[in-house]
């Protein structure tokens, strides 16, 4: 007997009865699950606004309301289409936004039962969010303290307003990723935007493993800003250490502070700064929240003199010397070793005061000569190019030194112990001006020959100085 021998046409009727039914429980399966996904279009959703709006507040604790229009779909996964929705935080009294064509994801779990339909993700597309620093408040705490499904925000308009409904600032935002990562046991913020026509990124986690501790991450492109901070709550202490580090242009900042709700206080990093890097930026001092106000004393080192100036004067000048009326405080800031010549050891004085900024103590060091005082200091726009101009009074501790270093003729050599300048620099090209000198402090209000003399280099400056002490021994 040979087992080998196979029946052609026996085997041809297996196959087409097994392919049969292959065929016929497929069919049954696709049909099956089409029913199952379509089971909600036949369910009315009239009186469905109140249940989709207790269920939207659980899974997401956010106040859903004035629903209007809901459509299924399950392609590509099943759906809700919301016509249109209003949101807000709750217990806040205004709406952050309203929504079109709000759509709400849906678990494939249930679908059989319409009272027991899960949410699995809503997801918001071009729309408008009007924030005031109470919606902020409200979504800091919501950050914190909820525990909600994801919620993706996408091509949308972030506003932030004061009380009196002005606009502050506007942020765009590609994507708004906002989501519990169950596999890391993390809360996640993810997003894509531009702020102030600059392009950024950020990144915040939350730990549920390190209870009371979290990261993020700000990236901005041109210029290109890197701001990375830890967050780690003390609660025996009721607050909260911070370390944030800054990467721009190649320098690296370190900030450590301590927070709560009253007060953030800037605590000394200068043994922690990396001895190796050129630029350093300590900050100390307090910020006072209620009420606000601030008095911190901020050194830099080792940076151009031009670069700063242009820095503090360029946004001093966008803002038009005008704050919000409730920022208040001062700012201390020294520039130690500065990369010039003649210079050294700039203090500035930012007084905030109800809305206007005025400059206090405003000095520089004159290397191994004095110190030089500014005051009336002021911006001014002429031929689309942008001028600092002050008066200036050079105090002279070294007058030896001083005759030597500007070659004064013996001839021309008096006591003196203060010269009294008009300054004006040209911000944009780098560009220094004098005019008028005199030996005495004279009223603002007296009119004097404004010729200004260009400064272009040391050689030229001695060239003013050694003129106009001629001058002056001729008066």
């Given amino acids: 007997m040979n087992f080998f021998i196979i029946d052609k046409k026996e085997l041809i009727k297996k196959i087409n009865t097994n392919s049969f039914k292959y065929i016929i429980s497929t069919i049954i399966i696709f049909f099956s699950v089409i029913i199952y996904l379509s089971l909600p279009s036949f369910y009315n959703y009239e009186t469905y606004h109140e249940k989709l709006k207790s269920k939207l507040a659980k899974e997401f604790k956010l106040?859903?309301?004035?629903?209007?229009?809901?459509?299924?779909?399950?392609?590509?996964?099943?759906?809700?289409?919301?016509?249109?929705?209003?949101?807000?935080?709750?217990?806040?009294?205004?709406?952050?936004?309203?929504?079109?064509?709000?759509?709400?994801?849906?678990?494939?779990?249930?679908?059989?039962?319409?009272?027991?339909?899960?949410?699995?993700?809503?997801?918001?597309?071009?729309?408008?969010?009007?924030?005031?620093?109470?919606?902020?408040?409200?979504?800091?705490?919501?950050?914190?303290?909820?525990?909600?499904?994801?919620?993706?925000?996408k091509n949308s308009n972030f506003f932030l307003k004061n009380q009196n409904g002005e606009i502050l600032s506007i942020s765009k935002s590609k994507i708004f990723n906002y989501f519990i990562d169950k596999k890391?046991?993390?809360?996640?913020?993810?997003i894509d935007g531009n702020l102030f026509g600059t392009n950024f990124k950020y990144n915040w986690n939350?730990?549920?493993?390190?209870?009371?501790?979290?990261k993020s991450k700000f990236t901005f492109d041109n210029p290109n800003i890197e701001i990375s901070s830890t967050f780690k709550k003390n609660f025996n202490q009721k607050n909260t250490l911070g370390d944030s580090k800054i990467i721009f242009l190649n320098n690296v900042t370190n900030l450590n502070y301590q927070f709560d709700k009253?007060?953030?206080?800037?605590?000394?990093?200068?043994?922690?700064?990396?001895?190796?890097?050129?630029?350093?930026?300590n900050i100390l001092g307090k910020v006072h929240l209620k009420p606000f106000f601030f008095d911190l004393d901020i050194s830099l080192a080792n940076l151009k003199l031009d670069n700063i100036l242009q820095v503090i004067f360029f946004n001093l000048n966008r803002l038009e010397n005008k704050v919000h009326s409730n920022f208040n405080g001062n700012f201390k800031i020294e520039l130690n070793?500065?990369?010039?010549?003649?210079?050294?050891?700039?203090?500035?004085?930012?007084?905030?005061?109800?809305?206007?900024?005025?400059?206090?103590?405003?000095?520089?060091?004159?290397?191994?000569?004095?110190?030089?005082?500014?005051?009336?200091?002021?911006?001014?726009?002429k031929d689309d190019q942008l001028y600092l101009i002050t008066n200036a009074k050079i105090q002279i501790d070294n007058k030896k030194h001083f005759f030597q270093r500007f070659q004064i003729t013996k001839k021309n050599r008096f006591l003196v112990n203060d010269i009294y300048v008009n300054l004006e620099i040209n911000l944009d090209d780098n560009k220094y001006y004098l005019s008028n000198f005199y030996l005495e402090d004279h009223n603002d209000d007296e009119e004097f020959d404004l010729t200004y003399k260009e400064i272009t280099n040391f050689q030229k400056l001695t060239l003013i100085v050694r003129e106009e002490f001629s001058n002056f021994k001729k008066e």
């Fill in 63 to 153: 106040n859903f309301k004035n629903i209007n229009g809901i459509k299924y779909s399950f392609f590509p996964q099943p759906h809700f289409i919301v016509k249109k929705v209003s949101v807000g935080f709750f217990n806040n009294k205004n709406d952050i936004s309203e929504i079109n064509n709000f759509k709400i994801n849906l678990s494939l779990k249930n679908l059989n039962r319409l009272d027991r339909i899960e949410i699995s993700e809503i997801i918001i597309n071009k729309a408008n969010f009007n924030i005031t620093f109470e919606d902020l408040k409200s979504f800091f705490n919501h950050m914190h303290s909820n525990i909600h499904k994801p919620i993706l925000i």
């Fill in 184 to 190: 890391n046991k993390e809360k996640k913020i993810r």
């Fill in 206 to 214: 939350k730990s549920y493993v390190e209870f009371g501790n979290t």
């Fill in 262 to 281: 009253n007060v953030v206080e800037f605590l000394d990093n200068t043994i922690q700064q990396n001895k190796n890097l050129r630029n350093k930026i």
């Fill in 337 to 381: 070793n500065l990369n010039n010549k003649i210079f050294e050891n700039l203090n500035f004085n930012l007084a905030f005061s109800e809305g206007n900024i005025n400059f206090k103590d405003t000095k520089i060091d004159f290397k191994n000569i004095g110190k030089i005082y500014f005051n009336n200091i002021k911006t001014l726009e």
